[in-house]
């Protein structure tokens, strides 16, 4: 059973930096496009970047300059950087990934019903 572990949340004042880890087992790691998502309460669920097998990135404007994703393939494990955070950053951070070419520039990676495999979140509180 595919299992995707996410880890790395926490609670952090504004300015202040995060780092947030995933893996997924049992899954090819390398041929995963991969997506970090996130939800505040009572809002829709928001992409925020993803990465392609050849480690291509795409960000939300909202984040660009302040979030890095990256991906360690040798350690099947994604990273999000979360550098200068904002109150309005605070959510559930998951952590998502998909085959085939759903990472690229026509902007489907933000739909997170097309992404086959989930972790079960971890929340990022920025206080003021």
């Known amino acids: 059973q595919v299992q995707v572990v996410e880890s790395g949340g926490g609670l952090v004042q504004a300015g202040g930096s995060l780092r947030l880890s995933c893996t997924p087992s049992?899954?090819?790691?390398?041929?995963?496009?991969m997506g970090w998502f996130r939800q505040a309460p009572g809002k829709e669920r928001e992409g925020v970047p993803c990465i392609n097998w050849d480690g291509i990135t795409y960000y939300v404007d909202s984040v660009k300059g302040r979030f890095t994703i990256s991906r360690d393939n040798a350690k099947n494990t994604l990273y999000l950087q979360m550098d200068s955070l904002k109150p309005g950053d605070t959510a559930m951070y998951y952590c998502?990934?998909?085959?085939?070419?759903?990472?690229?520039?026509?902007?489907?990676?933000?739909?997170?019903?097309?992404?086959?495999?989930w972790g079960q979140g971890t929340q990022v509180t920025v206080s003021s």
């Open positions: 049992e899954l090819t790691f390398n041929i995963l496009n």
């Open positions: 998502a990934a998909s085959s085939g070419t759903l990472c690229s520039n026509s902007g489907y990676w933000t739909l997170h019903w097309l992404y086959t495999y």
